[in-house]
């Protein structure tokens, strides 16, 4: 079967999943039935019912309501369509599965066991959470979401972490989240009711995207519901597979996506990553006049100062080496980035190594 591409496919997640071809997925978004196991209706203080999530598809109990049951049948459920996922995902791609204490942690052994090795756990911290109106347990303000690639040894996994960086302030781009739930116009109603009961924040599926996929990139969501992953996909130009076994949720999730529309220019979506650019060595600033021998270079505080050579070698105290090593040493640290620790100054204004770095690298694609 050829790659759906831009499609809702409905039916079994397992059973869809098996028919796309093996290797063709770079990115898998999953938020599978969280397995609540929620014992009576919930009221609010003023006896309102809490519209909570009792659909049958969050089921998992067999007969008799034995708790240890509905694990084992769930566990089941979480090995089918994991294992149908990982055939499908490249083997330089990326899964992420969210999940509430309820379900995650049986969700990060079994993927565990599988063979998917974890490259993070990201924490995404509620900042209008539902209190907990019985009062008998700390208000549950965060769900967790587990970013793995296909193996131990994966190569070549898209993270990219300058955009990251960049999202977050020019700080580098922590494993806590603090997005608000999915409220107000962005969340989808139907007969003046939430047409899906967990819909998910665009900003989160915003934030996983940019962080792990490329323009062009294929996400998959095994379990689309109202169809928040494909919606921010197309916005970014990515493309997508959704999946989802409900008409009613599937109807709903083609009717937003196709109200959304794709980049004017993808350029705009391109990730830039310093990673992918042309190398240039330090010598190069100097053979090029940007950089004179004899000049002096300094920490963003001056606590340390070295000497430039022709060769492109730092002296600084005793020492002599690469940018890099001189400022590993001189900080008793074990690495050093030396094109952002060591700064020069120019006209009374005071730039890390790494600005004259991009000058060059911009010369090179000009005569490209």
């Given at each position: 079967?050829k790659?759906?591409?831009?499609?809702?496919?409905?039916?079994?997640?397992?059973?869809?999943?098996?028919?796309?071809?093996?290797?063709?997925?770079?990115?898998?978004?999953?938020?599978?039935?969280?397995?609540?196991?929620?014992?009576?209706?919930?009221?609010?203080?003023?006896?309102?019912?809490?519209?909570?999530?009792?659909?049958?598809?969050d089921?998992?109990?067999?007969?008799?309501?034995?708790?240890?049951?509905?694990?084992?049948?769930?566990?089941?459920?979480?090995?089918?369509?994991?294992?149908?996922?990982?055939?499908?995902?490249?083997?330089?791609?990326s899964?992420?599965?969210?999940?509430?204490?309820?379900?995650?942690?049986?969700?990060?052994?079994?993927?565990q066991?599988?063979?998917?090795?974890?490259?993070?756990?990201?924490?995404?911290?509620?900042?209008?959470?539902?209190?907990?109106?019985?009062?008998?347990r700390?208000?549950?303000?965060?769900?967790?979401?587990?970013?793995?690639?296909?193996?131990?040894?994966?190569?070549?996994?898209?993270?990219n972490?300058?955009?990251?960086?960049?999202?977050?302030?020019?700080?580098?781009?922590?494993?806590?989240?603090?997005?608000?739930?999915?409220?107000?116009?962005?969340?989808i109603?139907?007969?003046?009711?939430?047409?899906?009961?967990?819909?998910?924040?665009?900003?989160?599926?915003?934030?996983?995207l940019?962080?792990?996929?490329?323009?062009?990139?294929?996400?998959?969501?095994?379990?689309l519901?109202?169809?928040?992953?494909?919606?921010v996909?197309k916005?970014?130009?990515?493309?997508?597979?959704?999946?989802?076994r409900?008409?009613?949720?599937?109807r709903?999730?083609?009717?937003?996506?196709?109200k959304?529309?794709?980049?004017?220019d993808?350029?705009?979506?391109?990730?830039?990553?310093?990673?992918?650019?042309?190398?240039?060595?330090?010598?190069?600033?100097?053979e090029r006049?940007?950089?004179?021998?004899?000049?002096?270079?300094?920490?963003t505080?001056?606590?340390?100062?070295a000497?430039?050579?022709?060769d492109?070698?730092?002296?600084?105290?005793?020492?002599r080496?690469s940018?890099?090593?001189i400022?590993?040493?001189?900080?008793?640290a074990?690495a050093c980035?030396g094109?952002?620790?060591?700064?020069?100054?120019?006209?009374?204004?005071?730039q890390?190594?790494?600005?004259?770095?991009?000058?060059?690298?911009?010369?090179?694609?000009?005569?490209?």
């Open positions: 079967m790659l759906p591409l831009d499609t809702v496919l409905i039916g079994d997640t397992v059973a869809e999943m098996n028919k796309l071809p093996e290797c063709s997925v770079d990115v898998i978004f999953a938020d599978p039935p969280y397995n609540l196991q929620l014992a009576g209706e919930l009221r609010r203080p003023n006896n309102t019912k809490v519209d909570g999530v009792d659909d049958a598809w089921q998992f109990a067999r007969e008799g309501g034995d708790p240890l049951s509905s694990f084992s049948a769930y566990d089941a459920f979480t090995r089918e369509w994991l294992a149908a996922a990982r055939r499908i995902l490249k083997d330089n791609g899964i992420w599965v969210i999940g509430s204490y309820h379900n995650i942690f049986r969700v990060g052994t079994i993927l066991d599988q063979g998917f090795w974890v490259l993070n756990d990201i924490v995404w911290r509620k900042t209008n959470p539902m209190p907990n109106f019985r009062g008998t700390f208000t549950n303000a965060h769900e967790t979401m587990i970013w793995c690639s296909k193996t131990k040894d994966a190569k070549g996994v898209t993270f972490y300058e955009a990251m960086k960049t999202l977050n302030d020019d700080v580098q781009m922590r494993s806590d989240w603090t997005i608000p739930l999915c409220t107000g116009h962005e969340r109603k139907k007969d003046g009711k939430k047409a899906h009961p967990t819909q998910k924040p665009e900003a989160l599926l915003y934030r996983v940019l962080a792990s996929t490329k323009p062009g990139d294929v996400v998959l969501d095994p379990f519901g109202s169809g928040t992953t494909a919606a996909a916005k970014m130009g990515r493309h997508f597979v959704g999946i989802e409900d008409k009613t949720y599937a709903v999730a083609k009717k937003r996506i196709k959304v529309q794709p980049p004017q993808e350029t705009d979506f391109n990730i830039l990553s310093k990673r992918t650019e042309p190398r240039v060595p330090f010598g190069t600033l100097v006049g940007l950089i004179e021998p004899g000049q002096k270079l300094f920490d505080r001056k606590r340390f100062f000497r430039v050579r022709a492109g070698t730092l002296i600084s105290e005793g020492r080496g940018i890099h090593k400022g590993a040493e001189l900080q008793g074990p980035n094109w952002t620790f060591w700064h020069y100054e120019k006209e009374g204004r005071t890390p190594l790494d600005h004259l770095r991009q000058v060059v690298r911009e010369g090179m694609k000009e005569t490209a």
